[in-house]
């Protein structure tokens, strides 16, 4: 099965500056890499997804990119704001016909007013 | 939007109790999944289910069973409730192709 492995995994900026994320996958088969985030009390939540095709993906403040070679894909979140705090988690895997994900440990992010 | 929806929040069940867990999706999805989250320890899927009535097992199965005997419907049950199986409990679904949508978690506290 797929090894998935986050860093850091808890991380602390300054309101404003940015962060990153990075996750590394053992399946040079996947094709899929989302990034969840999971806020107190709720389940996780899909914040931005990118597939194999694409090296680079951004929706306003986050983005991800995607290093296939290596094995490794990261979350990038500008301008960080408080409301930005969470837990976040990447979960490679191969898209249609195997939906598992395995997800990695989490990267607690806390963001310093 | 999809909701994915669990029946409890918070339970507090006794050891040696059947629990069941209950996990509603409103969009259709096919694919259905229960994971399990500890500090430390991340998300751990305990049983999926890629159709009615079709179950299979994830990481950690022992200890639980599952029920899908409708689409939108996957209950994850506890046949003796142990301590050990005090946690957090996600039910997440999907349509293929597309990412997990998860619900809002059951905290189960088994004493």
């Known amino acids: 099965g797929e090894n998935v492995e986050q860093h850091p995994s808890t991380l602390s900026v300054q309101e404003g500056d940015s962060a990153v994320i990075k996750c590394t996958y053992s399946d040079s088969a996947s094709n899929y890499f989302p990034w969840y985030k999971q806020e107190l009390g709720k389940g996780p939540q899909l914040i931005i997804d990118?597939?194999?095709?694409?090296g680079e993906k951004k929706d306003q403040r986050i983005a991800v990119t995607l290093n296939k070679t290596a094995k490794h894909f990261s979350l990038h979140i500008t301008e960080t704001q408080p409301e930005d705090s969470a837990v976040y988690f990447c979960a490679p895997f191969i898209d249609f016909g195997n939906e598992k994900l395995t997800f990695g440990t989490g990267t607690r992010l806390t963001i310093i007013p | 939007d999809v909701k994915v929806t669990q029946s409890s929040r918070y339970l507090v069940k006794r050891t040696g109790e059947k629990v069941f867990l209950e996990c509603v999706q409103d969009?259709?999805?096919?694919?259905m999944f229960w994971y399990r989250q500890d500090p430390g320890l991340g998300l751990r899927l305990i049983y999926f289910?890629?159709?009615?009535?079709?179950?299979e097992k994830g990481d950690i199965p022992e200890g639980y069973s599952v029920s899908r005997e409708k689409k939108e419907r996957f209950s994850l049950i506890l046949e003796s409730a142990s301590t050990n199986q005090t946690s957090m409990y996600l039910c997440a679904s999907t349509s293929d192709g597309n990412g997990y949508t998860f619900g809002s978690g059951t905290r189960l506290t088994v004493v």
């Open positions: 289910s890629y159709d009615v009535k079709m179950k």
């Open positions: 969009m259709d999805h096919e694919n």
């Open positions: 990118i597939r194999s095709n694409v």
